[in-house]
């Protein structure tokens, strides 16, 4: 068996308390009355209507715009993919075809203090037709104008994906955040002629949501391959709000609020509460019975549990960098609970093969190596079926330009969009925990158990559950 130093116990031990703790607490300064987050925590979570409220709005088409059920559909499924875009999967959109109304309720930001439903409603990119126009010719309100008025050269039907990436920017090596665009053939040959045009002397290509202009970068080269950059004074946020602003996709007519009402939460926090305090009574509950069960290996589970937890915990707060905050639904705290289950059952399974190899008579080095070997098959089969599962829920229910969606599109093309939320969530939280399943209860569970059989005091069988006779 590869020895592991003792001092990796402490080292992947303390790592993965400290990981736990910073995933629920956070870190954030305060100066007056302005706080800046460094690290997001468990408040940072955006919960569902059902526990905090939200808001609910109607829209309806411009006074004179005669629209059809399709075209509603169509603007319905647009709001869908907007909201999951921006990590909000707790929501309801449905259309009312006999008076043109398109209904959207959706949960709270987790900062909002003020719950003004007006300025809640603009984080749906203000409901806006996006375009991509020539030049940055404005009147004095900043509506376009000129040859920007009358030149539109994409339009959000064109784009077919824009992402926040990092990386080099210019010729002389610098490197920062920028986004990403990708064009559908039906832009390709627009953008350029456009592009080549518009390069000889750097002209500019401003991207508006209806008359706000949201992007003007000018054009350095021509790009005739459907793919382009877009570089400026990024950071990691704008890039992605660019991003999510020009993935929201083209609706077929304009939207106008007609009315908007907050939504009292059917729930409320108290219900959370309650739901938190019960989670930590049966994860303590969890770790007692680990721990009387196994023993060593048992306390060493309930460590691995606990990354485990923080770990789902960093996926939703927006935590790891490029990934924004999540709305946790019911949906999404079953996800969570299987993969806490999931998480368990790895333990457990490893923790019996150690004792049995070590009441076979094995030395407690071979029973270890042994132990995690002959679990891992079942593990990896077990983890990698829910994984698959979650991939294929993302990807069906999840924004139809992700990554799952993408990779899924041969068999996704054959169907219609099916963007929904709930699943997503579901589909989400139970991905995460498996991952981390794989990294907290068979990767970091492997390096504190083998170290920490090394220390003399822990060379007996009886603290791996063996028999006191072997």
Not at 327 to 345: E, K, N, Q, R
Request: proline share 4%.
């Amino acid at each position: 068996m590869k020895r592991v130093a003792k001092p990796v116990f402490f080292v992947v031990a303390i790592l993965t308390i400290v990981f736990t703790v910073l995933s629920m607490t956070g870190i954030s300064t305060s100066y007056a009355d302005i706080k800046t987050t460094i690290i997001k925590g468990v408040s940072d979570i955006r919960w569902g209507i059902d526990i905090r409220g939200g808001v609910d709005v109607t829209f309806t088409p411009p006074e004179g715009t005669e629209a059809d059920k399709e075209q509603l559909d169509s603007a319905a499924q647009v709001m869908k993919q907007r909201l999951v875009t921006l990590g909000i999967t707790d929501y309801e959109v449905y259309t009312d075809d006999n008076s043109d109304r398109i209904i959207v309720r959706f949960p709270w930001k987790s900062d909002e203090t003020n719950f003004d439903a007006k300025d809640a409603i603009q984080e749906l990119g203000d409901t806006a037709v996006l375009t991509f126009r020539e030049g940055y010719e404005v009147d004095d309100t900043g509506a376009p104008t000129g040859v920007t008025a009358s030149n539109i050269i994409l339009e959000g039907s064109d784009v077919d994906n824009a992402e926040a990436v990092y990386g080099q920017l210019d010729s002389s090596g610098n490197t920062g955040w920028m986004v990403s665009l990708k064009l559908k053939d039906s832009g390709k040959e627009a953008f350029a002629e456009a592009t080549t045009r518009l390069a000889e002397d750097n002209g500019v290509i401003s991207i508006w949501m209806d008359d706000t202009c949201i992007s003007y970068p000018s054009v350095n080269e021509a790009i005739t391959n459907g793919e382009a950059t877009i570089t400026g004074d990024f950071s990691q946020e704008s890039a992605q709000e660019l991003a999510n602003k020009i993935n929201g996709g083209a609706l077929p007519f304009e939207l106008e609020t007609e009315n908007y009402s907050t939504i009292d939460p059917t729930l409320g926090t108290g219900a959370r509460d309650a739901m938190v305090l019960a989670g930590v009574i049966a994860f303590i509950l969890i770790c007692i019975f680990m721990i009387t069960v196994y023993r060593l290996p048992g306390f060493i589970a309930c460590i691995a549990l606990a990354g485990q937890v923080g770990g789902m915990i960093a996926s939703l707060t927006g935590f790891f960098p490029g990934m924004s905050s999540f709305t946790l639904t019911i949906p999404g705290i079953a996800g969570i609970i299987l993969s806490i289950g999931m998480g368990v059952d790895a333990n457990i399974i490893t923790a019996e093969r150690i004792k049995e190899e070590i009441n076979s008579g094995k030395s407690i080095d071979g029973a270890i190596e042994l132990g995690y070997q002959r679990a891992f098959s079942a593990i990896f089969d077990g983890n990698v079926t829910c994984i698959i599962v979650a991939i294929i829920l993302m990807g069906t229910f999840g924004p139809p330009d992700s990554f799952f969606a993408v990779i899924m599109s041969p068999l996704l093309s054959w169907f219609p969009p099916s963007t929904e939320g709930a699943i997503f969530s579901f589909g989400y939280t139970l991905f995460t925990g498996m991952i981390a399943n794989f990294v907290f209860g068979v990767l970091a569970s492997k390096y504190m158990t083998k170290p920490i059989s090394r220390f003399k005091c822990f060379r007996h069988p009886k603290f791996y559950g063996g028999r006191a006779d072997v």
